[in-house]
């Protein structure tokens, strides 16, 4: 079965940085183009950045761009999210999943998460 696996979130204050992990499993990763997402308190759940299952491509939302950089390495199955200049507004939950416009929270497959917290 699909495993997403999370980690390297924490508490940073504004202006740092922070390396973002994901280990999938149970999907063929190299084929699937992949997302990290976002949900912060009260909020619905918002794409902040994909790339391509070659990892030729990229794109970002507008409130990451020029700050965020989703990478990925296709040997171990990762992908990855380089967080920097981080801003309290980052603080959230963030996911990664396979690349989907649309979603459903409930019945769509989701991993724990990798708790953000941006310190003003």
């Known amino acids: 079965q699909v495993q997403l696996v999370e980690s390297g979130g924490g508490l940073v204050q504004a202006g740092g940085s922070l390396r973002l992990s994901c280990a999938a499993s149970?999907?063929?990763?190299?084929?699937?183009?992949m997302g990290w997402y976002r949900q912060a308190p009260g909020k619905q759940r918002e794409l902040v950045a994909a790339i391509a299952s070659s990892g030729g491509s990229t794109n970002y939302a507008d409130s990451v761009k020029g700050r965020f950089t989703i990478s990925r390495d296709n040997a171990k199955n990762t992908v990855y999210l380089q967080m920097n200049s981080l801003k309290p507004k980052d603080t959230a939950v963030y996911y990664c999943?396979?690349?989907?416009?649309?979603?459903?929270?409930?019945?769509?497959?989701w991993g724990q998460g990798t708790q953000v917290t941006v310190s003003s």
């Open positions: 999943n396979t690349y989907r416009t649309t979603w459903d929270i409930k019945n769509d497959y």
């Open positions: 149970g999907i063929t990763f190299s084929i699937n183009a």
